[in-house]
Nanobody, 114 residues
Framework: QVQLMESGGGSVQPGESLSLSCVASGFTFSLSAMSWYRQAPGKEREWVATIDSDHGTYYEETMEGRFTISRDNAKNMVSLRIHVLRPEDTAVYYC????????WGPGTQVTVSS
């Protein structure tokens, strides 16, 4: 079955950078688009970025420039690098894929505070 597992979250100070990773299994990773979403406290889950099977990348307009999505098909892994973290980036970050239906990982918490 489809499984996604995020890692790399933690508590960081404003201005720092952080890399998140998601390892996938149960489907043909190299042929699948992968996405990152996030959900801040009290807010709805929002789309952050997508990378398609051809390594094309797409970002939510306000996040382009500080977020970098990448993939390693040999490791079945998709990553998200967040630069110059801000307190408003505090959220649970989720990995997602659509294999006839949406699948989500359990998420990884990112907390940005001084």
């Amino acid at each position: 079955q489809v499984q996604l597992m995020e890692s790399g979250g933690g508590s960081v100070q404003p201005g720092e950078s952080l890399s998140l990773s998601c390892v996938a299994s149960g489907f043909t990773f190299s042929l699948s688009a992968m996405s990152w979403y996030r959900q801040a406290p009290g807010k709805e889950r929002e789309w952050v970025a997508t990378i398609d099977s051809d390594h094309g990348t797409y970002y939510e307009e306000t996040m382009e420039g500080r977020f970098t999505i990448s993939r390693d098909n040999a490791k079945n892994m998709v990553s998200l690098r967040i630069h110059v973290l801000r307190p408003e980036d505090t959220a649970v970050y989720y990995c997602e894929t659509n294999q006839d239906k949406q699948y989500w990982g359990p998420g990884t918490q990112v907390t940005v505070s001084s």
